[in-house]
């Protein structure tokens, strides 16, 4: 079993959500798995297309945060909010 490093635990929420592409009109939907005050799992369809920050609405009507790309396995993706 892997040790739990994050300073926060996150809530699982398996929600709809979408990320925005700053300085573009590019949006691209996704799934978030889990979610803290410092970071979120967000699955997407094609991880590879995601630049390494965006901004994301993690549910509906939720603030829009700025994320940084820490980590992409398969289609998923972790991020630290900026």
Do not use: Y
């Not at 809530?11 to 592409?21: E, N």
């Not at 997407?44 to 790309?69: N, Q």
């Amino acid at each position: 079993m892997q040790e739990e490093r994050r300073i926060e635990p996150r809530t699982d929420t398996l929600k709809t959500g979408r990320l925005l592409i700053p300085g573009k009109r590019e949006m691209f939907f996704c799934l978030t798995h889990n979610l803290s005050a410092r970071g979120a799992k967000i699955e997407v369809e094609d991880p590879m297309r995601v630049p390494d920050e965006f901004d994301l609405v993690a549910t509906e009507g939720a603030a829009m945060l700025r994320c940084r790309v820490l980590w992409r396995i398969g289609t998923k993706i972790g991020v630290v909010f900026i």
